[in-house]
């Protein structure tokens, strides 16, 4: 079997802890542990049991106007100016596409689809940071070199993965005018308080400037109205638990749709996804429970690693937190595995990162307890 290079594979967990994949207690997957919601089960099971079920009896609409009629409305944007995806993966590789023979500024570590992306585009990678470089495990935008527009192009993940930072909006709104293109990738922008769409002032957007938006809230998707040259990618693989579906969308100009549209196969956003997406996304009273659970679970996980000796924590504002052991992490991800059967993620596919660092994500408070005293317990009984 491979190493992984992702979380969630819990065949590999599996097979290295000798049980079935059910019996994998996962923490390598940065997903909601409350999801899915009912709401979205409820309105898959109604959409399997029509006498007619159109969401796998008929092709979806190839425009999948509807569903960028929801996500226009959640984010208070133009649906033109939405695009959706099998995945935020997918738009990934049509923003790789976009930077065919260009150069990409890329903050490392970086999650790994990126480069691989950038790659099979033939883009020119231009790595920023990283560990080995003297840097930190946090991506650091301070270190690109100040420059008019030329011909250059920036990928950011926000907040960042594998470390959890948060790169405040201001400093990215001020590297914009810098680049000609801009991917902004907001997987797990979700999980922050305050990133939250039904307070920002509608309408406002089309004049590319929100005054009344909270302070708190992060996203760059109320000012691509200002910024044609960005796009803003995100998923509801985490927030909503549905990896299994792949559903992501792109917020920016419809120009880079046009281009993207030409390039892609038809109808990759299968029906069920559509489906679970829009009820995803009117479920007001799951987000809101997410978003009262995640500080309590986050602090709770922090606190629990700073205790365990020479385990150093990252401060993070997404649901994960990348931390530092001493020794092989790789080995305590095998202890764990082989002896009590959690799966953590390694970060080996952070090339920069070694085998120093574990990537752990946020679940229930009992299972954080479980993990924490499964660590002390290989602690406590290593040489
Ligand atoms: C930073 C980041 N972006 C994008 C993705 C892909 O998300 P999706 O499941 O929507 O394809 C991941 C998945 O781990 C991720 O970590």
């Known amino acids: 079997m491979f190493w992984p290079q992702h979380g969630g594979n819990r065949a590999w967990g599996a097979a290295v802890a000798g049980c079935s994949p059910a019996d994998i207690l996962d923490f390598s997957a940065s997903l909601n542990p409350l999801g899915p919601p009912q ?105 690109i070199p100040p420059s008019g527009r030329g011909n250059r192009i920036l990928w950011l993940n926000n907040p960042h993965n594998p470390s959890g930072r948060l790169i405040p909006r201001q400093e990215i709104l001020a590297l914009l005018p810098q680049f000609q293109q801009v991917m902004v990738d907001e997987a797990f922008m979700d999980f922050l308080p305050g990133d939250d769409p039904q307070d920002h002032c509608k309408g406002e957007i089309e004049k590319g400037e929100i005054e009344t938006e909270p302070s708190s809230s992060q996203t760059l998707i109320p000012h691509l109205a200002a910024h044609p040259n960005t796009v803003v990618i995100r ?42 997406a829009e009820a995803a996304l009117a479920d007001e009273s799951f987000r809101r429970r997410t978003l009262a659970w995640l500080p309590v679970a986050r602090e709770h996980l922090r606190k629990g690693l700073q205790a365990l000796p020479g385990w150093d924590p990252w401060p993070s504002q997404a649901n994960f937190v990348l931390v530092r052991c001493p020794g092989s992490a790789t080995q305590i991800q095998r202890a764990l595995l082989q002896r009590h059967r959690i799966l953590v993620r390694d970060c080996l596919s952070f090339s920069e990162l070694g085998d120093h660092y574990l990537r752990i994500s946020l679940r229930t408070l009992p299972e954080q307890e479980q993990l924490l005293s499964a660590c002390r317990e290989i602690l406590d009984n290593s040489d």
């Open 235 to 276: 998923s509801l693989t985490k927030f909503y638990t549905l990896p299994g579906l792949r559903i992501g969308f792109a917020v920016g100009h419809p120009d880079h749709w046009r281009r993207w549209q030409r390039w892609r196969d038809p109808w990759s956003v299968n029906g069920l996804a559509a489906v679970a």
């Open 39 to 143: 709401s979205v089960l409820q309105a898959l099971g109604r959409a399997l049991s029509e006498p007619d079920p159109v969401a796998i009896s008929r092709y979806p609409d190839p425009e999948y106007w509807r569903l960028r009629t929801r996500l226009a409305q959640y984010w208070a944007v133009d649906p033109e100016w939405i695009f959706v995806g099998n995945g935020a993966a997918e738009l990934l590789t049509w923003a790789a596409r976009d930077a065919q023979g260009r150069e990409v500024w890329l903050p490392k570590p970086a999650f790994g689809e990126y480069e691989r992306a950038l790659q099979a585009a033939g883009a020119i990678i231009k790595p920023l940071g990283g560990e080995n470089s003297g840097g930190s495990p946090m991506p650091s935008v301070e270190q």
